[in-house]
T-cell receptor, first 116, second 116 residues
Framework: KAGVTQTPRYLIKTRGQQVTLSCSPI?????VSWYQQTPGQGLQFLFE???????NKGNFPGRFSGRQFSNSRSEMNVSTLELGDSALYLC???????????????FGPGTRLTVT | AQTVTQSQPEMSVQEAETVTLSCTYD???????LFWYKQPPSRQMILVIR??????QNATENRFSVNFQKAAKSFSLKISDSQLGDAAMYFC?????????????FGKGTKLSVKP
């Protein structure tokens, strides 16, 4: 079974621009979560989607948004980029929402975003 | 709010020997999941092992095992017969049971070096 894939792998943008990152979950997985990883803040949760609905949201400004499509693929968008948005953005998928036995999240390789 | 603490920023082990990485967490919940993830220089986050709080038996996966002490809120990872490929950042993570309880909460990580 193919793993979680993310595109693009690397991206360089200029402050003020917007960016869209894509994530394709493992086949059959319906939940997609997004995380931001920076050296200073570590790994922080952005949002989780399940069946095209946002289920959970982390503490990030409204410039960060996402969506999920009927095939479970997800995109996240960052508008009006700031230098501090430079980070590794990780996507993770799981078969279902948390609760009950056997819950796991599997991560993609990440998208490295650099804002100049 | 739940927190995860990894008190060892860096650890070192000789190849073929055993090393233990520490993790403590804080929660008022009785049901939850705990995970150890490995992040090698490639940045791909790999699930190493998971533990469900209601299970008293410690999880094991080949050379990896955990010591789960629920009352002490401790979740350490033991790596036996360490190999060069085990060198990576290791993250301890907590996930509440309910679908509305946010998502994975990570510790700051422990950088493990393996000496030949």
């Amino acid at each position: 079974k193919a793993g979680v894939t993310q595109t693009p792998r690397y991206l360089i943008k200029t402050r003020g621009q917007q960016v869209t990152l894509s994530c394709s979950p493992i086949s059959g997985h319906r939940s997609v979560s997004w995380y931001q990883q920076t050296p200073g803040q570590g790994l922080q949760f952005l949002f989780e989607y399940f069946s095209e609905t946002q289920r959970n949201k982390g503490n990030f400004p409204g410039r960060f948004s996402g969506r999920q499509f009927s095939n479970s693929r997800s995109e996240m968008n960052v508008s009006t980029l700031e230098l501090g948005d430079s980070a590794l953005y990780l996507c993770a998928s799981s078969p279902r929402l948390a609760g009950g036995p056997g819950y796991e999240q599997y991560f993609g390789p990440g998208t490295r975003l650099t804002v100049t | 709010a739940q927190t995860v603490t990894q008190s060892q920023p860096e650890m070192s082990v000789q190849e073929a020997e055993t090393v233990t990485l520490s993790c403590t967490y804080d929660t008022s919940e009785s049901d939850y999941y705990l995970f150890w993830y490995k992040q090698p220089p490639s940045r791909q986050m790999i699930l190493v092992i998971r533990q469900e709080a209601y299970k008293q038996q410690n999880a094991t996966e080949n050379r990896f095992s955990v010591n789960f002490q629920k009352a002490a809120k401790s979740f350490s990872l033991k790596i036996s017969d360490s190999q060069l490929g085990d060198a990576a950042m290791y993250f301890c993570a907590y996930r509440g049971y309910g679908g509305s309880q946010g998502n994975l909460i990570f510790g700051k990580g422990t950088k493990l070096s393996v000496k030949p």
